[in-house]
Every structure is written in structure tokens, then in C-alpha cells.
């Protein structure tokens, strides 16, 4: 197999995980490397052996020599570089957010199909080996038709010292983690119809939202709770593990604490340890992340050979970032957002 060649901009705090990835993957490496701090671009560049090194976008496309390009920024550039790379005509993965606005999203996948280059958003979670789980006992008929389910990420975690913007922006918990939540309802329940969001800021320290509830009704008929928080102290801190509740026609699905997924139908209960890997490279308790950013871009290059639509990909993703905007507008009007009507 012809190994495929990338180009990664945005060398900072997940990036890490990123590269640790792109050394595992099967038939994809990183070539160059961007950022537009120098000490970031030497920190990565040493670590990883990267000899070609860019501080600046232009300058790395100008000069080409690779097959993708891995956006690994945080959102205000995203659009920019989206769009740089569907003018370059390369293949792109964007990190999420995707974008600031649903317009920009929208513009974003418009000028990628335009130019006629795969683009996928790195929505990492569903690729988590426990939600993979849930989805194949959902498919493997455990539970018959899911009628109600609960994706619940409630945590004290302080996420402000890897992560000091998160802490500044008008917006946090949707934006930045429940966006990953309500990829998950999507990807187990089905899309959303319509949807009504409560906020609330506990920490006096941050400037957005850190508790949400959030209350989906899925095109199927099916009925979800996607609830997050940074608030909630608990006796067993359990960052950063979403937890699942899923209630069929023929049985229930729970994805507990310390990943386990219990099983219930006629045949009784069965609990299987749904635990992630730790790779060589990982650490706890972000290994399931970490395990998932493997899995993403593994999937990236094995859809690239094939030709095949990526699961997360830019056109997908715009139902999942339709669920952010919605969820913001719902809080702060207090109403029920048509979700189609956004799409
Ligand atoms: P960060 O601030 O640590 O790193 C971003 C890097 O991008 C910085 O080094 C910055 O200098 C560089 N950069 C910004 N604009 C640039 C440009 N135009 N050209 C070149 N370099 C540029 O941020 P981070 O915490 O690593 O987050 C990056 C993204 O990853 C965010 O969008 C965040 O939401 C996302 N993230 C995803 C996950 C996940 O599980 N998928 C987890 C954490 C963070």
C-alpha cells in the first residue's frame, strides 16, 4: 500500500494526541507540520521528527508534497483553512467545532464539495470503543426498537489547565464537549427533529455555560436526554467517560461507570467490560480519547483507499453543529428549536 502523506496545522495541546495517532495509523504519515507559534512548531517538529516546518498556511500549500492536510486549530481559523485546502484541491480533516457559525459550516462543506475533496470533522467520540459497543449491541437487535435513552457526561474535571480558552468564550460546555454528547445521541438514536436546552453557569471563574440538559426528539419517534456538566463533584470523578441509558421494546442498555455495559432483554443480564486500550502512548483517564483519535484517523485513510463517505464526515457533521446553534437559541429564548428548518 502506498503510504499517504500528510500535512498537520495547529501543533498545540490535542495535537499531541494527533501525531502519537498518525504514527499508528496504517498507511498514512505526517510530512509537515504548521504553526504559527514557533515554539509549538519546534516542541512537535522534535518530538516527532518532522524536518519540514511551516509558520505560516500559504507557505505550506505553496510548497505541497502531501496527500491531506490535518487541521488541528481551534475554530477561528477553521473556516480560513477549510477553505485554503478546497482551493488547493487536498483532501481535509477539520477539528470540531467545525466551525463558529452553522452558515460557516455550511459554506465549508459547500466549498469542499465544490472542489471535490473529501472533508471529514475529527468528532472523535462515537469512535470511543464503548460507544462502538453500545451501537453493536443496538444493531445485533439486543434491545429491539429504542424508544428512550439518556447520554449523560457530568464531571469536575478541571479541563481550564490543559485548555486556558475554554475558560474565556461566551460559550463552553455545548460548544466544547456537549457537541461530542450530541454527536453520540445522533449516532445511536438518529437525527433530531427538534429540541429544548436549559444552561447554567456554576463556576464563577469561566465566562460560558458549564451545566446544560438538553431534550431531543429524534426523527424515529425516540426520545433522548443529553445532559453535561463541569459542576458536579462526585465521589468517583469519572472524566471523561459519557455514560449511556437506553430503553427498548425488548430489553434496556446501560453503559456504566468504569465501562461496563449491561444488557437486558428476555435471556436475562449479561455485563461486558467495554474498557478502551491503552495505547503505547496514552495516559489515564484520557485514554478513551485518546484510543478514539486512533480509531477516526484509521478510518479516515481506510474511506480515502476505499472512495468511500467518511461517518463523520463535514456533510454529517452539519446535523450534529445544526444541534449546538439550536441548543444555544433554545436556552436563551426559553422555546423549541425545528432543527430541520436549520438544515
Ligand atoms: P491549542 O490552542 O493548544 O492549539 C492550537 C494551535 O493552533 C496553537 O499552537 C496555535 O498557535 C495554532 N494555530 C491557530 N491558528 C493557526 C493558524 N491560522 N495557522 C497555524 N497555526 C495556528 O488548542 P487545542 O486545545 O489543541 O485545541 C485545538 C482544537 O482541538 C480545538 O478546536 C479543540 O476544540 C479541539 N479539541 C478536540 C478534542 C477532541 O477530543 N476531539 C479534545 C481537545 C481539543
Not at 143 to 147: A, E, L, N, S, V
Given at each position: 500500500m502506498t503510504e499517504l502523506k500528510g500535512a498537520l496545522i495547529g501543533c498545540g495541546f490535542f495535537a499531541i494526541n494527533q501525531m502519537h495517532a498518525w504514527n499508528d495509523v496504517r498507511g498514512a504519515g505526517i510530512v509537515a507540520i504548521c504553526d504559527r507559534d514557533p515554539e509549538r512548531l519546534k516542541i512537535v517538529g522534535d518530538q516527532f521528527g518532522i524536518d519540514r516546518r511551516y509558520g505560516d498556511a500559504e507557505a505550506l500549500f505553496a510548497d505541497g508534497g502531501f496527500d491531506f492536510v490535518d487541521i488541528a486549530t481551534t475554530v477561528q481559523s477553521h473556516r480560513f483553512l477549510v477553505e485554503m485546502a478546497a482551493r488547493n484541491k487536498v483532501p481535509a480533516i477539520c477539528q470540531k467545532p467545525f466551525a463558529k457559525t452553522l452558515s460557516d459550516a455550511k459554506a465549508m462543506v459547500e466549498a469542499c464539495r465544490n472542489a471535490g475533496i473529501p472533508l471529514m470533522v475529527h468528532e472523535n467520540f462515537r469512535w470511543q470503543t464503548p460507544i462502538q459497543a453500545v451501537r453493536k449491541a443496538l444493531d445485533a437487535d439486543a434491545?429491539?426498537?429504542?424508544?428512550w435513552g439518556r447520554f449523560s457526561f457530568r464531571s469536575a474535571y478541571d479541563v481550564f489547565s490543559g485548555q486556558p480558552y475554554l475558560a474565556e468564550g461566551e460559550r463552553f460546555i455545548i460548544e466544547d464537549l456537549g457537541i461530542h454528547t450530541l454527536d453520540i445521541a445522533r449516532y445511536i438514536l438518529g437525527d433530531v427533529r427538534s429540541l429544548t436546552a436549559r444552561t447554567k453557569r456554576v463556576n464563577p471563574r469561566i465566562k460560558g455555560e458549564d451545566v446544560a440538559t438538553i431534550l431531543l426528539d429524534h426523527e424515529n419517534g425516540a426520545t433522548s436526554v443529553v445532559d453535561v456538566s463541569y459542576a458536579t463533584r462526585l465521589s468517583r470523578e469519572p472524566f471523561p467517560e459519557t455514560l449511556i441509558e437506553l430503553d427498548g421494546s425488548e430489553g434496556t442498555i446501560r453503559l456504566t461507570q468504569g465501562y461496563g455495559l449491561e444488557v437486558t432483554n428476555a435471556r436475562g443480564t449479561t455485563t461486558t467490560d467495554v474498557s478502551p486500550k491503552l495505547l503505547s502512548w496514552a495516559s489515564r483517564p484520557w485514554h478513551n480519547i485518546q484510543e478514539s483519535v486512533y480509531a477516526i484517523q484509521q478510518h479516515w485513510v481506510d474511506q480515502l483507499e476505499r472512495g468511500a463517505e467518511h461517518s463523520t464526515s463535514g456533510a454529517d457533521n452539519l446535523k450534529t453543529f445544526a444541534l449546538v446553534e439550536a441548543a444555544y437559541d433554545s436556552a436563551a429564548r426559553g422555546q423549541t428549536i425545528d432543527v430541520g428548518a436549520m438544515l
Open positions: 434491545i429491539g426498537t429504542p424508544f
